[in-house]
């Protein structure tokens, strides 16, 4: 069963609604352990660059280097005292429209729930009204001796929130002297046959659909080293050096060997799901209602 990591409330105008935080994350990383060539693990130690000796993790203090050599010295009580308390309410300051926030802001993501039975209703009502207006929510939170800024956005059923980083923690693409200051000109040909490569491309976004290859294939050969039964593949050698390719070439030969083709059945179902929208667009207007679009648009942010 899922543990909640921080509880608190959410506070807009004079409504405060008690909410849990539970990690939206499960992380399937493969980690490893040193091992000496006897099989015994190798563990780290803290040890000492002037004596060499091992020292206590209890003896030990956090320094700032401030010069070459010299530190600014900090006992583990002292960092205690400074660091922020973990904030119990996240004020909201701010409702914007999410497609205004890029998503380089957006760090990791939390299911919000009510804490109670009490706060379902205020929870619902804050969902439904952001969702109809389409827009997020914006304030700060304070998490394991960090202070964020959070936005808060329907998602699914329910509420998500998304630590964020603030402005001057992103850095802007005028400090990367690789990055164009201009975007090249391209040719209306080049243009037309990258367009046909992307159309057939297109297709609707099922997270499901995509796999860390790389992980599958690491824990498949962990179970076959557990039987004994893994075999050694020699690999492939890399090629001496890249072909360089026109890009009018590349391009077309892309067309020619019918990059969609592996594709055409997510084309059809993209071309269903338009037509599909269109019907029920057409029918929508006729009525004069209109349709939100927030829950889909959120996801992609999660």
Not at 52 to 61: F, M, N, P, Q
Not at 70 to 85: G, H, V
Request: no cysteine; aromatic share 6%; charged share 30%.
């Amino acid at each position: 069963m899922a543990r909640s990591i921080w509880s608190g409330s959410i506070s807009f105008g004079l409504v405060t609604i008690p909410v849990k935080t539970y990690s939206a994350i499960r992380g399937h990383d493969v980690h490893f352990h040193l091992v000496a060539p006897d099989g015994s693990r190798v563990r780290n130690q803290r040890v000492s660059e002037k004596s060499g000796k091992v020292v206590e993790y209890s003896k030990l203090k956090k320094g700032y280097e401030t010069s070459n050599g010299k530190y600014a010295i900090f006992d583990q009580d002292e960092l205690k005292e400074l660091a922020p308390p973990s904030t119990k309410t996240i004020d909201i300051e701010d409702f914007v429209p999410l497609e205004d926030i890029d998503p380089i802001y957006f760090e990791r993501t939390y299911h919000l729930a009510p804490a109670n039975d009490a706060a379902a209703h205020a929870y619902a009502l804050l969902a439904t009204v952001m969702e109809e207006r389409e827009r997020v929510a914006i304030g700060k939170v304070v998490m394991r001796e960090k202070q964020y800024l959070a936005a808060i956005r329907p998602y699914g059923k329910g509420l998500a929130l998304s630590t964020m980083l603030f402005a001057d923690e992103v850095v802007p693409q005028s400090d990367i002297s690789d990055v164009p200051t201009r975007r090249a000109k391209v040719s209306s040909r080049e243009r037309a046959l990258a367009e046909q490569i992307v159309e057939s491309l297109e297709s609707t976004w099922k997270p499901e659909r995509y796999h860390d290859d790389y992980e599958e294939e690491l824990r498949r050969r962990i179970k076959a080293k557990q039987k004994g039964t893994l075999e050694t593949v020699e690999a492939e050698e890399a090629p001496s050096g890249a072909k360089v390719v026109d890009l009018m070439e590349a391009l077309q030969a892309s067309l020619e060997r019918g990059s969609g083709h592996k594709r055409s059945t997510r084309k059809a179902t993209t071309k269903r799901a338009r037509t599909s929208g269109a019907k029920r667009t057409a029918k929508t207007k006729g009525t004069g209602t209109r349709r939100t679009t927030t829950r889909s648009r959120t996801r992609r942010a999660s």
